[in-house]
């Protein structure tokens, strides 16, 4: 058994082409994705209750069913109605609707552990309901849940790989083709694993940074 | 938009008038059938036993709790807890200093005083921090400005959360057992700042268990007794000859 | 191209479905084997052995299951062995699930307080003892609830391994979709059918969740 990376980090302008799609379809959908899911987990928590149900059931949906079957059903599936897209569209939206589903428990749990007299401070000031929610609740509510939505972050970055199966061209595709071009299936895994290894980190101390910095403050 | 005090009010008005007010929750009927008329500049101080209703009938001046029978009135406005932009709108007038003080934990001292004058009454960033300086100052925290709430004694929370209260320019200030929870070397401070705006003219409205303080402070004590207003009266008469057993045999209790 | 009815179709995705669960079974049971092992060690072993264990953990935990299947399958040929998807598939979910119980299990059982364990060697118990009437007892309290929740995360994770040609649902509607040209149908159907699987279990790891908290 002979191991020849050279073969594999020759390619790596394909490899760097597949780590920035990777890295742009994690983010785009994280920001939108997350966005959807604290309004999902508002509802859920505070909303009227055929809405709560609704949501409820798109989240049991999502988060019983394997990504890659939803990613199919959006991109194999959908144009069946007439809803046509590229595949890298796909992956956003499969991407999306999958951490939105999880975001929504997460923000959820956040939002109901605000005390009660955060709240009665608040409206005592004479604040209007969606000055609480973004001024008083949503600030401490992230803080305290930022460590379990920065690993569901991550989650969905490792499961962007699954995106080369509709052919998106993130990193885990540029690993086939070049797996397939060079025969050094082995190695290009390791050399490809280790680029996620990196980016998974990477994506952590950004989130750790961002947090703190822009959103709850210290 | 917040509206400056009437200084002649007519004989009698009351700025906070309670009637027949009655509450109950659940099964346990808690307020039953309150009056009470405060005037402007009062200092009133309720006591009386927990579960008498003192909290109660304190948070449905201000909307915090619904009322089923009675009617709650400020500066002649109906407290409608249904009505949220009526609530807005009292809420203005009327603000609230809680026992466990409430700051926001991820503002700090400043932003928490800036916080509703730059979103309820739209004033500027400069003129709010200008104001919070002012008013900071005016509890004795003026140096405090940048300091969080877990960085800040209980007494100062308090007084930070009596500043953030005045930046909306109340006419009333509700002020429920906001000592009780404070370590007794910390009560003094809070009390201090609280005489001083009763010195000012500010209506205060205090649950309080602070006798000593009530005596020397206050215009009126009210004593509460199982839902009712059971004595009333300024407190020379009332703490030195209480008329009613029950209050008799509190006095004694409290020391 | 041949006229496939509801019920062909049907039938082929609920065999293809005792090939998930097999699947599943074998991967949470030799993952909580590997798992329990990778706990005594973490917490008996010296400073290196524990450090093993961690970097074991970060690395499931840190890349993406598709290329863990991939560099299993091609492992396999690496060494020079013989190798079917499904050889494949069993091998790396169980080293797969074996990272997941292991933190889950170790959370358990350091969210026991220390004063159980001071108490309990005060009593003279060896470490043996120690987890088996004390520690363990509560620490399994604690943790079935999580657990049940993997197995979850398990079936789910048994989709991916179509992609090494293991024939289990996903792949079965691959197949089937290729031969009827119904995406919608087939891969909605399939997201039902897991859906059946996991949704049980999903609600009994709330139940159990429920129950501790009381």
Redesign the interface.
């Known amino acids: 058994m002979t191991l020849d990376f050279s073969v594999v980090l020759k390619q790596w302008p394909l490899l760097l082409d597949g780590m920035l799609l990777t890295i742009f379809l994690t983010l785009f959908s994280a920001v939108i994705g997350t966005l959807l899911g604290i309004g999902c987990g508002l509802v859920r928590s505070k909303g009227p209750t055929w809405a709560r149900w609704c949501v409820g059931a798109y989240v049991e949906l999502i988060r019983n069913t394997p990504f890659i079957i939803q990613l199919f059903f959006i991109f194999f599936g959908l144009p069946g109605l007439g809803l046509k897209m590229t595949a890298l569209t796909a992956a956003i939206v499969a991407n999306v609707i999958n951490l939105a589903a999880y975001v929504s428990e997460i923000a959820r749990s956040g939002i109901e552990a605000t005390p009660d007299g955060q709240i009665e401070a608040a409206q005592s000031l004479a604040l209007d309901r969606w000055q609480i929610f973004t001024r008083v609740v949503l600030p401490p509510a992230l803080k305290r849940v930022w460590p379990t939505l920065v690993g569901q972050m991550v989650i969905i970055m490792l499961g962007s790989a699954v995106c080369s199966q509709i052919s998106a061209e993130e990193l885990t595709y540029a690993a086939n083709q070049i797996a397939s071009n060079s025969f050094r299936n082995f190695e290009t895994y390791i050399v490809v694993a280790g680029l996620y290894l990196l980016l998974a980190v990477a994506l952590r101390r950004l989130l750790n940074w961002v947090g703190p910095r822009f959103i709850f403050g210290r | 938009m917040n509206v400056s005090p009437v200084l002649d009010d007519k004989p009698g008005f009351a700025l906070v008038d309670i009637r027949g007010l009655r509450k109950r929750f659940g099964d346990n009927e808690v307020l039953k059938g309150v009056d009470l008329q405060i005037a402007r500049k009062e200092v009133v101080c309720i006591i009386g036993k927990s579960g008498s209703g003192k909290s109660t009938l304190l948070r449905c001046m201000n909307g915090l709790e619904a009322y089923q029978q009675g009617s709650v009135t400020v500066d002649g406005q109906r407290v409608c807890p249904d009505d949220r932009n009526a609530l807005r709108e009292l809420r203005q007038n009327v603000g609230m200093i809680f026992q466990g003080f409430n700051l926001f934990p991820h503002l700090s001292a400043g932003q928490n005083v800036m916080l509703a004058p730059r979103l309820v009454q739209r004033a500027s960033s400069a003129d709010a921090e200008r104001h919070a300086r002012k008013l900071l100052t005016r509890v004795g925290l003026g140096e405090r400005f940048d300091a969080f709430p877990d960085q800040l004694s209980g007494g100062q929370q308090q007084r930070v959360a009596i500043a953030r209260s005045l930046a909306m320019n109340p006419q009333v200030l509700l002020c429920d057992e906001i000592t009780s929870a404070l370590d007794p070397e910390l009560v003094g401070e809070v009390l201090q700042v609280v005489e001083g705006l009763a010195r000012e003219g500010m209506t205060l409205i205090m649950v309080t268990h602070e006798m000593a303080f009530a005596r020397r402070v206050s215009d009126r004590v009210v004593f509460m007794h199982q839902g009712l207003v059971h004595e009333s009266g300024d407190p020379e008469t009332l703490f030195s000859n209480p008329r009613t057993p029950e209050l008799r045999r509190f006095l004694s209790t409290e020391g | 191209m041949f006229d496939f009815t509801l019920w062909d179709i049907a039938r082929n995705l609920l065999l293809a479905m005792r090939w998930t669960i097999a699947l599943s079974l074998i991967a949470f049971i030799g993952g909580g084997l590997v798992g329990a092992l990778l706990v005594v060690l973490r917490l008996t072993g010296n400073r290196f052995v524990r450090g093993l264990v961690m970097l074991y953990v970060?690395?499931f935990q840190?890349?993406?299951?598709?290329?863990?299947l991939?560099?299993v399958y091609?492992?396999f040929s690496?060494?020079?062995l013989e190798t079917t998807p499904l050889v494949a598939a069993s091998v790396c979910l169980t080293l797969y699930a074996s990272a997941y119980l292991t933190e889950i299990w170790r959370g358990g059982i350091e969210s026991i307080e220390r004063g159980q364990w001071e108490a309990s060697s005060s009593l003279a118990l060896t470490f043996g003892e120690q987890m088996r009437y004390v520690i363990l007892p509560q620490a399994v309290r604690v943790g079935i609830a999580p657990t049940v929740g993997f197995m979850?995360q398990v079936v789910?994770?048994?989709?991916?391994t179509?992609?090494i040609g293991f024939v289990e649902m996903?792949r079965a509607?691959?197949i089937i979709?290729n031969a009827t040209f119904?995406?919608?149908l087939?891969?909605?159907s399939?997201?039902l059918m897991?859906?059946a699987l996991?949704?049980p279990l999903?609600w009994y790891s709330r139940v159990l969740e429920q129950k501790l908290r009381r």
Do not use: D
Request: with cysteine.
């Open positions: 970060q690395l840190g890349t993406p299951l598709l290329l863990q991939f560099l091609f492992g690496m060494f020079g979850v789910k994770a048994t989709a991916l179509s992609v996903t509607g691959q979709t119904q995406p919608f087939i891969y909605g399939v997201a897991y859906f996991c949704f999903s």
